[in-house]
């Protein structure tokens, strides 16, 4: 079943809202040359004039930017992380709640609707489209640094505790740090990402095929703002999805750059640096505008569908070469770490790993909310026909356990180097090379890194064009089927805010643009769960 059915027509029964507004209604269209275009008035203009006018400020003073960058995400992962932590415990807890209430029973698009896609293609697509560059730019480093820390114990200067452990880390012990260092990590690709990414997506899938409103962020808010959404609060809420979409994805844009440059000076010595990686977003984009000229059925899904293949062919790689018995025992093992550690991780108050949990999970948290307006769109537009139980449990378990066992394999096969080999070349490289460097030690080393490079880029492309898709479905009003042109500017200006804050202070740029638009959508995502909650209340159940 791979056609993609009409959202607005529901199959069986629905409880739609009865509105006058047409979608489109507020939109122009403009001709330029032989492209159409049909826009949102003022979503569209807005948020175009101010990724245009970042642009070029941040390009045209870079090295006044990187302080400003740098100041900016200090201050919200230092002040903010309680409020960070607390509002991504509430996702969790709703998502759960509901996959065990009546709610749950409710189908989106209808009581008699279908699946539009297979099992293996909407998974395909939910795991490429989700995180993707981040578990091949984090899969080996993050456990590395965590169980590095864990195991060097808590430093304290001056009555400051300055060490970057995980709660009260584990001094000495070897395998009580990586376990720890596990379980925090997992702690940053489980649960609480995916939570965060279903609870927008349940609302949008929502309020979209079943009630009948246009596939914008606005229209989960109509229970709470009624026929308002239509006006100036719901242009604010569509404004800030594109603002959170656009540079919570620059983030990952950056990130993939990075990786892919590094491993390319490994393999082949390019040159490493800021030119490199210029010219990687560029040639990557280009990729990525191909896909989008080929369609959401041609390109996202056929994308995404090689990349599960390449990530899989990788792991199943380094699981035969690397040390089998470990990971298979480490999978349980961290699982079980990991629900061990879950209250005390997730506690947003009266922390004393204020380096672990404001600098790590402070700006990961910040960093899902600001994707969920890109992911939560993407996974809402290709789960019509499942049942919000079917839903909650897909989205929230199956990435959560492929995360897993992807930080298993990789991080563990890293740690397992470091304490069983001595091998440390992993541990020292800059983050980007770590992968490269634990890659190195096994067989067929430049065979998997060429293959993690393709994977980089491919995620990169997959990332890019998904992106553009939902930024042009909320600048449209909702409109799907949008003109093609509409998505090639935002593809494009997704490079060029890359771009713009590789520039403008690199990897510390990035995170403070995900932080800085990810904290006032975290407000947005708050109202919505009250939103969502009183929009499957009034639905009937199959």
């Known amino acids: 079943m791979t056609d993609y059915k009409d959202p607005m027509i529901p199959d069986g029964k629905v409880n739609p809202i009865d509105t006058d507004y047409q979608i489109g209604q507020d939109n122009i269209l403009i001709k330029v040359g032989p492209f159409g ?22 390009i045209s003073f870079q090295q006044q930017a990187e302080p400003v960058f740098s100041s900016m995400r200090s201050w919200l992962t230092s002040n903010l992380d309680w ?4 509002a991504a415990n509430i996702f969790v807890l709703l998502c759960l709640g509901l996959i065990i209430s009546p709610l749950g029973k409710v ?74 260092g596990m379980a925090a990590t997992i702690y940053h690709w489980a649960l609480h990402p995916w939570a965060i990414y279903a609870i927008l997506a349940l609302g949008l899938a929502l309020f979209s095929f079943n009630k009948g409103l246009p596939l914008t962020i606005r229209s989960v808010f109509y229970p709470l703002l009624g026929e308002r959404i239509w006006g100036w609060p719901g242009h604010i809420i569509d404004i800030l999805a594109v603002f959170a979409t656009l540079f919570g994805l620059a983030t990952s844009l950056g990130l993939g750059a990075s990786q892919a440059s590094a491993g390319l000076h490994y393999l082949f010595d390019w040159p490493q640096g800021n030119t490199t990686q210029i010219l990687l977003v560029i040639g990557i984009t280009a990729i990525a505008l191909t896909s989008v000229l080929a ?46 550690h879950l209250p005390a991780l997730a506690n947003p108050l009266g922390r ?21 307006p890109f992911v939560g769109m993407f996974i809402a537009r290709v789960s019509r026909g499942r049942t919000v139980r079917e839903f909650l449990i897909s989205v929230l378990l199956i990435p959560s356990l492929a995360c897993v066992l992807w930080m298993t394999v990789f991080g563990g096969t890293a740690i397992s180097q470091l304490v069983q080999q001595g091998y440390e070349v992993a541990a020292s490289a800059e983050l980007p090379l770590q992968l490269f460097a634990m890659l190195d030690v096994l067989p067929l080393a430049q065979i998997s890194s ?93």
């Open 83 to 86: 409020f960070f932590m607390s």
């Open 37 to 58: 275009l049909d826009i949102h008035n003022r979503v569209f203009l807005i948020s175009a004039l101010v990724v245009v006018l970042f642009v070029i400020l941040t």
């Open 450 to 542: 060429f293959i993690a490079i393709i994977l980089v880029v491919v995620f990169f492309v997959t990332s890019s064009d998904s992106g553009s898709l939902v930024i042009d479905t909320i600048a449209a009003g909702g409109k799907v089927d949008a003109p093609t042109p509409q998505r090639v500017f935002w593809c494009t200006f997704e490079g060029l805010v890359a771009i713009a804050l590789i520039l403008g202070g690199g990897l510390v740029a990035l995170q403070a643009m995900a932080v800085s638009t990810g904290f006032p959508f975290t407000l947005v995502l708050l109202a919505a769960c009250v939103a969502v909650v009183k929009g499957l209340m009034s639905e009937p159940r199959a």
């Open 352 to 372: 004393e790993d204020v380096n672990f949990s404001q600098g790590w999970t402070a700006f990961y948290w910040a960093w899902w909310i600001s994707w969920s």
């Open 295 to 340: 369609g959401l059925e041609a390109g996202v899904k056929r994308l995404s569908e090689i990349n599960m293949l390449l990530a899989a062919l990788l792991l199943l790689f380094v699981i035969i070469v690397g040390p089998t018995l470990a990971i298979a025992s480490g999978f349980v093992a961290n699982l079980a770490a990991y629900l061990q």
């Open 107 to 180: 189908r989106l698009g209808g009581t008699e609707a279908t699946p539009d896609f297979s099992y293996g293609g909407w998974f395909s697509m939910l795991f490429a489209a989700g995180m993707g560059i981040g578990l091949m730019f984090y899969g080996v480093s993050e456990p590395l640094s965590h169980f590095s820390s864990a195991y060097g114990g808590v430093t304290v200067t001056d009555g400051v505790r300055t060490d970057w452990a995980p709660l009260a880390g584990a001094a000495g012990d070897a395998l009580a740090a990586e376990r720890l």
